[in-house]
Every structure is written in structure tokens, then in C-alpha cells.
């Protein structure tokens, strides 16, 4: 499988979670690393990406500065941590590198 997410589970409204998702069987430092979340009802939107080579990142505008999309080319991995979570982060979110899809991981924010 080409990528593994790892990570999430149910958080608190103001909590943290840190996503992994690990990549296998291709040039992964090749590729921009980018988070999708799709919230139950409503279409896929993109979260944060992070380039190939110079690791620039950019964010949804949702994100104002709660999450950080990083990358370990050496292990081929990409995180994204998510702080100051908000009930409207709940959603499935997947990690996307080349043309290859993460399983999806249920994050939801609940009290």
C-alpha cells in the first residue's frame, strides 16, 4: 500500500491530534505532500500542502494558523498537526502524494 495513515481519533472542541501518514514503494521526496478532509454531507477540500523539494506550505483559509504540515523525506512521511480544534474540523481526512491516496482517517471533535 502506498501510503498509511496513522493518527486521529476523537478530540475535544480547543484539543490537539497529530496526523502520519507514511509512503512506501515510491520516490516520496519527489512529490508535494498535500492533507484533504471531507466532513460528513459536504465535498472534499484541501487542508495544507507542503512542496517536494523547498518544503513551502500552504493552508485552506479555515486553517488561520491551527494546523502545520511537515515532512520527513528521509523516513517518507508527511504530518499535520491540528491544534485549536473546532466541531467544524470534524471530517475524514486523507493524505495525497503523487498520484497515490491515503486510506482516510476519521477525525472527529466532539464534547
Known amino acids: 500500500v502506498p501510503l498509511v495513515q496513522s493518527g486521529g481519533g476523537l478530540v475535544e472542541p480547543g484539543g490537539s491530534l497529530g496526523l502520519s501518514c507514511t509512503a512506501s514503494?515510491?520516490?516520496?521526496?519527489?512529490?508535494?505532500a498535500t492533507w484533504y478532509r471531507q466532513a460528513p454531507g459536504k465535498g472534499r477540500e484541501l487542508v495544507a500542502t507542503i512542496a517536494s523539494a523547498t518544503s513551502g506550505t500552504n493552508y485552506g483559509d479555515f486553517v488561520k494558523g491551527r494546523f502545520t504540515i511537515t515532512r520527513d523525506n528521509e523516513k517518507n512521511m508527511v504530518f499535520l498537526q491540528m491544534n485549536r480544534l473546532q466541531f467544524e474540523d470534524t471530517a475524514v481526512y486523507y493524505c495525497q502524494v503523487g498520484p497515490y491516496w491515503g486510506q482516510g482517517t476519521q477525525v472527529p471533535v466532539s464534547s
Open positions: 514503494g515510491f520516490t516520496f521526496s519527489r512529490y508535494a
